[in-house]
């Protein structure tokens, strides 16, 4: 070791720490801000728009927290929400991963999933992204299924080749709207390989609408019940359905 060395390892002994304290993000003097409903409306605005100018994933995740709570009036709150939207844009592909984590804990993911929209390359991107988010679910009970929900809803508005496999499980979750959605993300695929685990829906499922759903999902596609399932299918049916000899479903006028 020369002497130079000597001489930084001492300065270093008397307590510079200047190594050891990485500086700060830029975001996070306006982070908590930026994300406080009791704020002044000015100070808070200010604190977006500084967040929105950075346009980096930090600055990102900061933004997203103004997603966290609505304020009155409504045109004050919506027009911070569509501020903390663009400027998130403004991050790009840096926007993702704070997106992610966004998710695992929001109570609702509208406008996540109107960020990623916009983000990814793509419907497929976008598709995937959502599947990614979705699998974090399971189908048991919980006392706030929202986001899962909204997921679900999404996917009706898609195809995919991995949303089948993706959404299959949720025709047996607790929750009946989960189930209703899931009915139809998979009908929305228009894909035969579905019609077994369908059949095997309407056959346990004692939700009338979610039936109702799979019967107009059936008829709109023109999907035959395999011989071995229609007596079952049959004495399951919600009431102005019926199959007929050919095993087609039909919904009575």
């Given at each position: ?32 801000v930026?994300?406080?409903k ?20 930090d ?87 929202d ?73 709109t ?22 199959i ?10």
């Amino acid at each position: 070791m020369g002497l130079f060395d000597l001489f930084k390892s001492s300065k270093r002994g008397k307590g510079d720490t200047s190594e050891e304290k990485p500086k700060a993000s830029p975001a996070a003097k306006w982070a908590n801000v930026a994300a406080d409903k009791r704020a002044q409306n000015y100070d808070r605005q200010e604190a977006i728009a500084a967040l929105a100018a950075m346009g980096t994933g930090d600055a990102a995740s900061a933004l997203l927290r103004r997603f966290t709570f609505h304020m009155d009036p409504s045109i004050t709150d919506q027009e911070e929400k569509d501020a903390a939207f663009n400027g998130i844009l403004r991050a790009g592909r840096e926007a993702i991963e704070p997106v992610r984590a966004f998710v695992t804990k929001a109570e609702s993911l509208a406008w996540p999933m109107k960020v990623m929209k916009e983000i990814t390359s793509g419907e497929e991107e976008l598709v995937e992204e959502l599947l990614l988010w979705l699998s974090k679910w399971d189908t048991e009970y919980s006392k706030f299924v929202d986001p899962k929900i909204q997921l679900l809803v999404a996917l009706e508005e898609h195809k995919g080749p991995n949303i089948r496999a993706a959404v299959e499980r949720f025709l047996l979750d607790v929750n009946e709207s989960a189930r209703f959605h899931a009915v139809g993300a998979m009908l929305a695929q228009g894909d035969p390989e579905a019609i077994p685990s369908l059949l095997d829906c309407l056959v346990d499922e004692e939700s009338v609408r979610v039936k109702h759903r799979l019967v107009d999902g059936f008829v709109t596609h023109g999907w035959t019940v395999p011989e071995e399932k229609r007596e079952a299918v049959r004495k399951a049916l919600p009431s102005g359905a019926t199959i007929d000899a050919s095993g087609q479903m039909r919904k009575r006028a």
